[in-house]
Nanobody, 119 residues
Framework: QVQLVESGGGWVQAGGSLRLSCAAS????????MGWFRQAPGKEREFVAR????????YYANSVKGRFTISRDNVKNTVYLQMNSLKPEDTAIYYC????????????WGQGTQVTVSS
């Protein structure tokens, strides 16, 4: 089992950048596919990005492709989400999650970190 804690959220103006971190404890993150999701007010949670065990493969939602970068440091047991060129529509609570298989369910979730982008 793994515990996940997100940090790095905050307020930023449109066009700005933030880097989110997801620190894991318990089992090492190298055992998991790691993903980022977000949920805006009044909307369902949506997928943002995911990265494979070694970090060799990443996948992004179309809405963030080219602006966001997911990465992982298995030594530090941390996953990151670099967010550039932020837009007001990126405002949401961002969650990291862990899955044991590439196309399986995400079994472990963090508590989330708020990102607010003002226009």
């Amino acid at each position: 089992q793994v515990q996940l804690v997100e940090s790095g959220g905050g307020w930023v103006q449109a066009g700005g950048s933030l880097r989110l971190s997801c620190a894991a404890s318990g089992r090492t993150v190298s055992s998991y596919i790691m993903g980022w999701f977000r949920q805006a007010p009044g909307k369902e949670r949506e997928f943002v990005a995911r990265i494979t065990w070694s970090g060799s493969s990443t996948y992004y939602a179309n809405s963030v492709k080219g602006r966001f970068t997911i990465s992982r440091d298995n030594v530090k047991n941390t996953v990151y989400l670099q967010m550039n060129s932020l837009k007001p529509e990126d405002t949401a609570i961002y969650y990291c999650a862990a899955a044991t298989s590439l196309y399986g369910a995400y079994d472990y979730w963090g508590q989330g970190t708020q990102v607010t982008v003002s226009s």
